[in-house]
């Protein structure tokens, strides 16, 4: 029987140790690296070459996914499941976006997660229904391109002048999209606009 190589990516050092330990419980299974950051998957993957990537979305460094599209350009015959306790929609549509292989939620039982691997492992792909369900459900994005731009700046700190000068506009303007972007997200306010946004996946 040939095993499935695994990479694991997990920074709580209990939670890797009890995935790896379950992990290997399986007889077809071979946990050939593990590491507690994101930016450390790829340097691993290159070395260890494994069949399948198990990813925490939320890592240091590196966030999952993130990481999971480097893997992707990098060594494109390793297949990505992502692993998260956030069961978000929007999380869920950057997974996509990054072409990862599955996604499956940490509460999920252990038979699941082996099964999952397995499906990965063969070339097809597994996504938590629930998951899939809220996704489905879930709104389309009611801003501009521009207004997402501006509301991604605002989500990394920035003020709008800092705006403005990144997207070459007046700070008048930017402001004005500020307001614009409360009010369609019907948002109190801008710190509120942008949690609204980052938990529908409009923002990364």
Known sequence: MLSVRILLAEDVHMIRGALIALLELEPDFEVVASVDRGDLIVAAALTARPDVAVIDVDLPGTDGLTAAAELQ??????????????GRPGVLRRAMTAQVSGFLLKEAPPDRLAQAVRTVAAGQRVIDPQLALSAWDSPENPLSPRETEVLRLAARGADAAEIAGCLYLTTGTVRNYLTAIVSKLNARNRVHAIRIAEEAGWIP
């Open 73 to 86: 350009t990098r060594l494109p015959d390793c297949r990505t499941l992502i692993l998260t306790s956030l």
